[in-house]
């Protein structure tokens, strides 16, 4: 195989690269044209995974694959990338500065580590990238270090990266080995193994601690498009690695996905809990998100190769509308319902970000016939068919208690005013000039990007689902290359 297969990751790595240096300067017009011109060269890089990604083989004797599931993991990474980076140019508060585009794009670079990597090194290295980058962005708060805040996230975050950690290096040792073929091929010789079923329990326990400390971020943090994204981002590769793990012990049979069972059914409850009675817009996003992303990973609870191209198929589709739903609800502002009251009703800019969180909501929340309902019932129909018939059923009181959360936002965008939802029916001024500023603080070119990332990620959810036949190939294709049958 030829090295050109790596240009999209030097592309994304040379960007974070660039705002990492652009970040220094002080000057908004030199961050502005920054931020333009990495939407053009990730749009060349994705370009560019779709191209060579095609090719099979591997680089580094072995230690980077280019395969069928990372296509479909980096290329849904990188378009997923540019939609958060687009929407988070309509930044009126300038909070788009090259340091929070560096800190995305190592994520993404991250995750595109890990959809390569072909040992279990290269799965922790990938997700440690993630767990750093999250922890350096919560360091700079309004432009100034507030190294507690990072110092929190690196205690929560390196101890499930520890717990990662550890497990990888048991899993290791007693493959005699990292390479995940060989993994693979350990596992089949052993079974069943009661210290390779706990083996693989660290390490998702850990990455499960992972992406609920990045997702926490939505709820606790000020409202910041690109910190948002980021994480979403981070919780993705942390499902991207529960993947990579889960096919290499997909021998193993019930002994260990009993566990994840309840793991993801415990998730789908939750979220579906949080999310009916959520005091906010925020809260009930982020527990959607990681309801949906639970789901996604019960794909792999049923072990074979239909349960895990559904469960792709789902993850393909939370990662182009997740990280950018984040975003584009930290661009609003919006700290409680009150805040998007009525803002279905607006024109222009703010009304097209109503249809987009909408959108995404729906999808998020598996509402047909977008394209989160095709995937999250394919994963359960799975689960059905692997005797799992009690994981479907909180997957469906799941779906009821999400649907409820659902229809809070939407009355809240769409049927409700402003007058309604304010304390002592007036809306309040900040919220009142949300949008108008918008129009004023933004360059022209900023405000195109804008909305042509929201109206892309309005559109996402629909147009996922109208090629539905050619990318469930693709992750049919993708679970065939991580040697499931």
């Known amino acids: 195989m030829r090295s050109t297969v790596l240009l999209p990751e030097l592309l994304v790595g040379a960007c974070a690269v660039a705002c990492a240096v652009v970040a220094r300067s002080r000057s908004r017009a030199l961050h502005r044209m920054a931020g333009l011109g990495i939407l053009l060269f990730l749009a060349v890089a994705l370009g560019l995974e779709l191209w060579l990604g095609a090719a099979i083989g591997t680089l580094f004797q072995g230690g980077f694959s280019q395969d069928r599931f990372a296509l479909f993991i980096k290329a849904a990474l990188l378009l997923s990338t ?99 073929h060989r993994l693979s091929a350990a596992v089949a010789a052993q079974r069943p193994a009661i210290g390779l079923v706990l083996a693989f329990i660290l390490p998702l326990v850990g990455a499960t601690v992972v992406a609920v400390q990045m997702l926490r971020t939505l709820v606790t943090d000020e409202p910041d498009p690109l910190r948002s994204g980021a994480a979403v981002l981070g919780a993705g590769v942390c499902g991207v690695v529960i993947f990579r793990i889960a096919a290499a012990v997909a021998a193993e049979g019930p002994e260990w996905t009993s566990f994840l069972a309840v793991l993801v059914g415990a998730g789908i409850v939750g979220a579906g809990l949080v999310a009916a009675a959520a005091p906010g817009p925020r809260p009930q996003i982020a527990v959607l998100i990681l309801g949906q992303l639970a789901l996604c990973v019960g794909g792999a609870v049923a072990s074979d190769l239909l349960g ?36 279905g009703s607006l024109r222009g800019f703010a009304g097209a970000c109503a249809a987009g969180l909408l959108a995404s909501a729906l999808s998020l929340a598996a509402i047909p016939p977008l394209a989160g309902s095709v995937g999250g019932f394919g994963v359960l129909l799975e689960l059905a068919r692997a005797g799992y018939g009690w994981l479907v059923a909180l997957g469906l009181l799941g779906w009821v208690l999400v649907l409820v959360g659902v229809l809070r936002l939407a009355r809240a965008l769409y049927w409700e005013t402003a007058a309604d939802e304010a304390p002592g029916g007036k809306r309040p001024r900040g919220e009142a000039a949300t949008f108008r500023r918008f129009a004023a603080g933004v360059s022209v070119p900023q405000r195109l990007v804008a909305w042509s990332g929201v109206v892309v990620l309005a559109v996402v959810p629909a147009a996922y689902l109208a090629l539905g036949n050619p990318i469930h190939s693709l992750a049919f294709q993708a679970a065939e290359a991580l040697g499931l049958r």
Request: proline letters at 1%.
């Open 82 to 180: 540019l939609i958060v980076l687009a929407i988070a140019e309509g930044d009126e508060e300038g909070r788009a500065d090259s340091f929070s585009r560096a800190m995305v794009l190592l994520t993404c670079f991250g995750g595109m580590v890990v959809a390569s990597a072909t040992d279990l090194v290269g799965l922790w290295a990938g997700l440690a990238l993630a767990v750093i980058v999250i922890a350096a962005e919560a360091a700079i708060v309004e432009g100034r270090a507030d190294p507690a805040r990072a110092l929190s996230q690196l205690e929560v975050g390196g101890a499930g990266l520890a717990l990662v950690g550890l497990g990888v290096a048991i899993l290791a040792a007693m493959a005699g080995g990292g390479d995940l």
């Open 308 to 343: 895990m191209t559904e469960g792709l198929f789902l993850l393909g589709a939370w990662l182009l509308v997740a990280p950018a739903a984040a975003a584009l609800l930290d661009l609003t502002r919006a700290s409680s319902w009150h805040s998007l009251a009525g803002m």
